[in-house]
């Protein structure tokens, strides 16, 4: 129903009106009528009392100190020396006696781009003043002139001050280091942050923070809207989100297809065949496949043209060529870092709290994730040594419930290319018995990797073709035997490995002690001078303040 032109105007008066300023006095009820302005902390900085504590007060520290209260809010006693009534009707102030003095905000700017916006800002920051005049007298043409060679005298003192001397001592009690501040913020700005630092320092701690931080949200949901997926605020988890597609050109794939050995072209064209397979319309067995191979031959240049093909090729199956048809991951945030990929826990939404008698996700959770994966066909993982049987049975579970299979079908039909080296890295905290290669028909995760994955071993090396023989070293050593003696070529070939090197390169040592030894040499090389802080070790409490008492005590 449409409403007449004069009730609207009226509508809007009345909106207007409620923005008044409230005036308890009717002497000043003629003077405000038409005013609609709101009074801010600038207009009742100026309207302080005339007495001795407010005279030289600077508007940093007024605001810092002091918070306004409502008429309403005065206690019937009114202690005189903490409470003030502000000039001008402008309510009242409260020094702040319970709490610590507030941290002011307000706008930076820099003296070289806008002089005059920060001699300005700092003037009237730090600068005791009642009207915006005294801010800069009109014998001054700039701000900046004014805080270099103005002088001020306030009530009830004859004596001139400077006001660049008053500015900068209210100033140092509130700023602290800025020019280093300034400084740090610009060369943040200038040079980007290193993407994904704290997984390569860190990465296990880094994935374990991420999940408790994702567990740690709560969304609360109205109980009449639990039926409706669009009013349910779970539904907009984060669970699978950013899922990667393929990140390389065509251009830049060529050179890498055309680099691959005979081993790797024959691992690419079985993955090949079965993907053209698939885009026929046939229905072919999943893949169970692992590539395993030493250190430089290859694995990760050969999965990234895995994934590049397969994709290509199955893009074929699915109406949108841009719906995910292969996912690359990995179980550490390094990993899936080097290999342009995502964890395992991210991509298939794995949280820290689940356990194998309940893996599935809720139906809110599931459904945001499924529409992202229901075109998955194959699941590479890299670094598999890494992966323990609880994980890999997780991640069955996930695909079975994502790809709605029973509980039967292996990895809910989805091909599974695992890759890495059972000589490497080993899963963080597992028992032996619960790591992949540990054959143990007792656990009913087994059957997910024994007897099922198909191996293809990789053995040239491609990352090191200069230094043939040293390669070949490195592989001797990565299936020796503790027990087992060096020859004595390979010997002399390490003894010629000694030598300085630049102390900028990247140092390996076998025990920690001689990584803090070499740390604190580059440190002491780094820093002229350093200070020593002891550190205090506490037992695990509820709160600190149990800690303080223990301090007291």
């Not at 280093?180 to 880094?206: G, S, T």
Request: hydrophobic fraction near 30%; include cysteine; charge should be neutral.
């Amino acid at each position: 129903m449409s409403v007449p032109l004069k009730d609207l105007e009226k509508q809007q008066n009345c909106k207007s009106s409620k923005r008044k300023r409230h005036n308890s006095d009717s002497e000043d009820e003629d003077e405000d009528e038409n005013s609609t302005w709101m009074n801010n902390i600038v207009d009742r900085y100026k309207g302080r009392p005339h007495i001795d504590i407010f005279i030289k007060l600077c508007l940093a520290r007024f605001t810092s100190e002091y918070s306004v209260i409502l008429e309403s809010q005065l206690p019937q006693k009114i202690n005189k020396d903490t409470t003030f009534k502000l000039d001008g009707s402008l309510g009242y102030i409260r020094k702040r006696t319970r709490t610590s003095p507030a941290v002011i905000k307000y706008p930076r700017f820099s003296p070289e781009n806008s002089p005059e916006k920060y001699y300005q800002s700092i003037l009237q920051l730090y600068l005791p003043y009642r009207y915006d005049e005294q801010l800069k007298p009109l014998l001054f043409q700039t701000y900046e002139n004014f805080f270099t060679c103005g002088r001020v005298k306030f009530q009830g003192d004859n004596t001139l001050s400077s006001v660049k001397e008053i500015v900068i001592k209210n100033m140092s009690d509130f700023v602290k280091n800025g020019h280093d501040l300034e400084e740090a913020e610009k060369q943040f700005h200038e040079k980007d942050p290193k993407e994904d630092a704290w997984c390569e320092l860190c990465p296990e701690a880094e994935v374990n923070r991420r999940e408790c931080i994702d567990e740690g949200k709560v969304s609360s949901v109205i109980e009449e809207d639990l039926s409706i997926p669009d009013l349910n605020e779970k539904s907009s988890s984060s669970v699978g989100t950013n899922l990667l597609s393929v990140s390389l050109t065509k251009n830049e794939i060529i050179p890498r297809l055309r680099s691959l050995n005979v081993k790797q072209r024959r691992i690419l064209y079985k993955v090949r065949d079965w993907c053209i397979q698939k885009a026929n319309g046939k229905t072919p067995e999943p893949l169970h496949l692992f590539i395993t191979g030493g250190a430089g031959t290859g694995k990760s240049h050969l999965i990234k043209c895995i994934q590049y093909e397969a994709t290509r090729i199955l893009a074929q199956t699915t109406n949108n060529p841009d719906d995910l048809t292969v996912l690359l991951t990995a179980p550490t945030g390094t990993a899936a870092f080097n290999i342009h990929g995502l964890t395992i826990h991210s991509a298939l939404g794995i949280f820290k709290s689940l356990s194998p008698d309940h893996a599935t996700l809720s139906e809110d959770k599931i459904n945001s994730l499924r529409s992202k994966l229901e075109h998955l066909q194959i699941l590479i993982i890299d670094e598999i040594s890494m992966v323990n049987k609880k994980l890999l049975f997780f991640v069955h579970e996930r695909l079975r419930q994502v790809k709605k299979r029973p509980d039967n079908c292996l990895f809910g039909g989805v091909s599974i290319i695992a890759v890495g080296d059972f000589y490497q890295l080993p899963p963080v905290r597992t028992k032996r018995v619960d790591k992949l290669y540990v054959d143990d028909p007792s656990n009913p995760s087994n059957q997910l990797w024994n007897g099922l994955f198909e191996i293809a071993e990789l053995d040239e090396i491609m990352r090191q073709r200069e230094d043939g023989m040293f390669a070949e070293l490195l592989n001797r050593l990565r299936v020796k035997q503790k027990n087992e003696s060096l020859s004595s070529s390979d010997k002399e070939t390490l003894q010629h490995c000694f030598g300085d090197s630049p102390d900028e390169a990247l140092h390996i040592y076998s025990t920690n002690a001689e990584v803090d030894t070499f740390n604190k040499e580059m440190i002491m090389k780094q820093c002229t001078e350093s200070k020593l802080i002891e550190a205090q070790d506490f037992p695990k409490r509820q709160n600190f303040r149990e800690i303080d008492s223990e301090k007291t005590l």
